[in-house]
């Protein structure tokens, strides 16, 4: 199970990296129309997410996490270093690679209760980080492609 995993994973997660490959420092200030997420917030919130995905579900406990988006709950305007974003992002791809190498096959049938997912197995929670990094891969794409840079 555990190598499907890392296969699932892996694939899943290029709807997101493959965004960050003509990324420019320009975009990480768009915003769509209406919204308050710029482009970078967001490349910055799926990593937070994974980060801690890594370390709250599945068991990553060494890792010091600082996930500023959540802390912030609002795009501040402060995710404008383009190398910091994909360096931090990457980070995060990695940490949870790792942490989902370390799972025994056995371990994907085990449940995990948390306020955010309730009461899930980490097969199934994993499922969910997989949707949210999709999810928010989507909004980065539509940012990039029909965002503006705020005129101030």
Do not use: C
């Not at 199970?1 to 296969?7: G, K, P, R, S, V």
């Not at 996490?65 to 974003?85: H, I, Y």
């Amino acid at each position: 199970m555990t190598a499907l995993f890392i296969q699932t994973w892996r694939e899943s997660r290029t709807r997101f990296s493959n965004l960050l490959v003509g990324l420019t420092e320009a975009d990480l200030r768009k915003k769509l129309v209406n919204t308050s997420n710029s482009a970078g917030f967001l490349v910055r919130h799926i990593a937070d997410l994974e980060l801690l995905f890594a370390k709250n579900i599945l068991g990553q406990t060494d890792l010091n996490l600082n996930p500023k988006t959540l802390a912030a709950q609002r795009d501040t305007g402060e995710w404008t270093s383009l190398r910091e974003l994909l360096d931090y992002q990457l980070e995060a791809f990695n940490q949870l690679l790792i942490a989902i190498e370390k799972q025994s096959d056995q371990e994907w049938q085990q449940t995990i209760t948390t306020n955010e997912l309730g009461t899930k197995t980490k097969a199934e929670a994993l499922g969910r980080i997989m949707s949210h990094t999709a999810y928010h891969a989507g909004q980065l794409a539509l940012t990039i492609k029909y965002g503006v840079r705020p005129s101030h």
